[in-house]
């Protein structure tokens, strides 16, 4: 079965530079969640997306942005990185439809900043 | 802040059923229980979920409560695999999944 992509799985960055993460859901999935995991912590959820429009907002810094595409797709848009940014990056995707509420992460994207 | 209190760690010997508490006194009552688990910086697996009946699919079992306040994920055999931080989460249709400590399940041999 299809799962939920993420790309580019690892990415080095230096410092004030920006980076743009990828995910491509589960078909027919609508909605989107991007977290973020620090060394030795828990996944905090950043931002999340349904129907292409913003749905709920957790800790995301001013700096990134993020998106839901038409075909579902979602970018998360980094600027002016610092090194506290590095960390795992983790897309999920869900569905509105019948009773399945469950979401399914992507491998995540290994970000570090240099 | 995550809704749910779990242990932070457990063991269970390899073969043997591991059972996982998990307490959400809070729980309203269209939230579900969401069981998820993380293998070393992997992406969070989904296990299972429930509203207020026990369930079961492959890979466990959740029983509820019959007053939602928690929840017990059953390992039924558990192997060197299964060594993971899992997750209870308590969220409704719609809401995002939030992550509280877990508990760190080492399977022994």
């Known amino acids: 079965a299809a799962g939920v992509i993420q790309s580019p799985r690892h990415l080095i960055k230096e410092k004030r530079e920006t980076a743009t993460l990828k995910c491509y859901p589960i078909p027919r999935h609508d909605t989107v969640y991007w977290y973020q995991q620090g060394p030795g912590q828990d996944p905090q959820f950043l931002i999340s997306f349904y129907e292409k429009m913003q749905s709920d907002k957790g800790s995301i810094p001013d700096r990134f942005s993020a998106q839901q595409f038409s075909d579902y797709h979602s970018e998360l848009n980094m600027s002016s990185l610092e090194l506290g940014d590095s960390a795992l990056y983790f897309c999920a995707s869900s569905t509105t439809l019948g009773a399945r509420t469950e979401a399914f992460f992507g491998q995540g994207t290994r970000l570090t900043v240099v | 802040d995550a809704k749910t209190t779990q242990p932070t760690s457990m063991d269970c010997a390899e073969g043997r059923a591991a059972n996982l508490p998990c307490n959400h006194s809070?729980?309203?009552?269209?939230?579900?229980v969401y069981w998820y688990r993380q293998i070393h910086s992997q992406g969070p697996q989904y296990i299972i979920h429930g509203l207020k009946n026990n369930e079961t699919n492959e890979m466990a079992s959740l029983i509820i409560t019959e007053d939602r306040k928690s929840s017990t994920l059953i390992l039924p055999h558990a192997t060197l695999r299964d060594t993971a931080v899992y997750y209870c989460i308590v969220g409704g249709y719609g809401q995002n999944f939030v992550f509280g400590p877990g508990t760190r399940l080492s399977v022994l041999p």
């Open positions: 809070t729980i309203s009552g269209n939230e579900y």
